[in-house]
């Protein structure tokens, strides 16, 4: 089984929606993140956050809410979707434990804004 | 405001030869650097990365060189091969406390036979 998973892979949606997008890890890891990508701009940080009580905007926040419900779970929340929000969505985590840095990706979510 | 520059944006490359990318950052505060590789479909995996206070770091066919004092750093790929045509990302950590990635805009990278 992969160690961070993402749900749902795709998702259509029309503008004005609620939509979340939920991200799992097996890893043990405590911090995790959501990140945006867009076509020809690399990904840019949303949200981070350190442990379950720790929660940080990132360089694109606006638009965005964010929901660590356990140490393994992290959720992103567009509380009305817009077009410009078509774009495809990465959850990482990374561990403080074993002086590591890698932020570990998942596999995306492409989601579509009508 | 980008605070990691990266060119090229598209690189082809012969296989056997050595396609360089480099990247350019302003962020003095920023602590570390990774490079990712992303292959369609899939989501980025570090490939190798750097601390600032070293100045190259080797992995397999894969290297990474620093200047800090001219706040630049650019991965090599030895002995290229049409499986390492993927797109490539550096990206920089905040520093103080700050975390998460700053990323480049990518490099398409294309190897042929």
């Known amino acids: 089984d992969a160690d961070v998973t993402q749900t749902p892979r795709n998702r259509i949606t029309k503008t004005g929606k609620r939509i979340m997008l939920e991200c799992s890890q097996t890893k043990g890891h405590d911090r995790m993140y959501w990140y945006r990508q867009d076509p020809g701009l690399g990904l840019r940080l949303i949200y981070y956050?350190?442990?379950?009580?720790?929660?940080n905007k990132g360089e694109i926040s606006d638009g965005y809410s964010v929901s660590r419900q356990a140490q393994a779970k992290f959720s992103l929340s567009l509380e009305s979707a817009i077009p410009n929000q078509t774009a495809l969505y990465f959850c990482?985590?990374?561990?403080?434990?074993?002086?590591?840095?890698?932020?570990?990706f998942g596999p995306g979510t492409r989601l579509t804004v009508l | 405001q980008q605070q990691v520059k990266q060119s090229p944006q598209s690189l082809i490359v012969q296989k056997g030869g050595i396609p360089i990318i480099n990247c350019a950052y302003e962020n003095t505060a920023f602590d570390y650097f990774p490079w990712y590789q992303q292959f369609p479909g899939k989501g980025p995996a570090l490939l190798i990365a750097i601390r600032p206070d070293v100045s190259e770091k080797k992995e397999g066919r894969f290297t990474i060189s620093f200047n800090k004092s001219a706040k630049q750093f650019s991965l090599h790929i030895m002995d290229s091969q049409p499986g390492d045509s993927a797109t490539y990302f550096c990206a920089a950590r905040g520093g103080g406390g700050a975390d998460g990635l700053t990323f480049g805009k990518g490099t398409h990278l294309i190897i042929q036979p």
């Open positions: 956050s350190f442990d379950v009580k720790d929660i």
């Open positions: 990482a985590t990374s561990g403080t434990s074993g002086g590591t840095d890698t932020q570990y």
